[in-house]
């Protein structure tokens, strides 16, 4: 059964800087195509960055491009998000999403972790 589990959300004031942790299990994380989404209060979820299954080819999100950086470390399972400058209209909360797939919908996804950016 794949679970992935996020990590390393918290309050942080603006401008400061957090570091997410997405732990997979289960599968197969070296093949899945990854991203990280978010959700703020009274709004839909949002695509904030995709990294392909080698880690060679990222994109993100125009909110997010040049502070937000997604990695990967396949000996570890494990998928990171590196939020610098981070700004109020950061705050939500952020799952991580696995996709089998080279394009399509994801196929798994996390439980989310709370990220608290205060003015």
């Known amino acids: 059964q794949v679970q992935l589990v996020e990590s390393g959300g918290g309050l942080v004031q603006a401008g400061g800087s957090l570091r997410l942790s997405c732990a997979a299990s289960g599968g197969t994380f070296g093949s899945w195509r990854m991203g990280w989404f978010r959700q703020a209060p009274g709004k839909e979820r949002a695509f904030v960055a995709t990294?392909?299954?080698?880690?060679?080819?990222?994109r993100y999100a125009d909110s997010v491009k040049g502070r937000f950086t997604i990695s990967r470390d396949s000996a570890k399972n494990t998928l990171y998000l590196q939020m610098n400058s981070l700004k109020p209209e950061d705050t939500a909360v952020y799952y991580c999403?696995?996709?089998?797939?080279?394009?399509?919908?994801?196929?798994?996804w996390g439980q989310g972790t709370q990220v608290t950016v205060s003015s």
């Open positions: 999403a696995g996709a089998m797939g080279v394009v399509g919908l994801y196929d798994y």
């Open positions: 990294i392909n299954q080698s880690g060679d080819i990222t």
